[in-house]
């Protein structure tokens, strides 16, 4: 399954919007169902206005009604491990278990696996 989530957040950094700072990043989300939305980081001029790919993907999936998760994959450039900013950690937490697996993929064959609690040890609740 992560290959599949690593292979889906791939595909969807190719629709990311990002003119201004040229980073794509793509994010897959697998709820509990089973079930995988995708995300992409949309900019805007406004730097502040703009919305990371891991809050597209929660977003679409909460819209559809689905609250529970179990994995995302995050992929940005290859040179490095793509990791979710603060606020997409804070954002993921409303909706994740501590044990939530995060992927950060710089390849399909080359990844992280992260908890939740790990990278948001003190998440506000």
């Known amino acids: 399954m992560i290959k599949e989530l690593i292979e889906k957040a791939t595909a969807a950094k190719e629709n990311a919007y990002a003119p ?72 993921m937490s409303e909706f994740c278990d501590s044990d939530f697996k995060i992927i950060l993929a710089r390849t399909i064959d080359d990844y992280k696996v992260l908890t939740m609690k790990e990278l948001l040890p003190y998440a506000f609740e």
């Open 20 to 91: 201004y700072s040229e980073f794509r990043v793509g994010a897959a989300l697998l709820t509990e169902n089973g079930k995988i939305y995708t995300g992409c980081n949309v900019e805007n001029a406004s730097y502040p206005v703009g919305i990371c790919a891991e809050r597209v993907a929660v977003s679409k999936a909460v819209s559809d009604g689905e609250m529970t998760f179990r994995a995302i994959a995050i992929a940005g450039n290859e040179e490095y491990y793509c990791s979710p900013c603060g606020m997409c950690r804070q954002f």
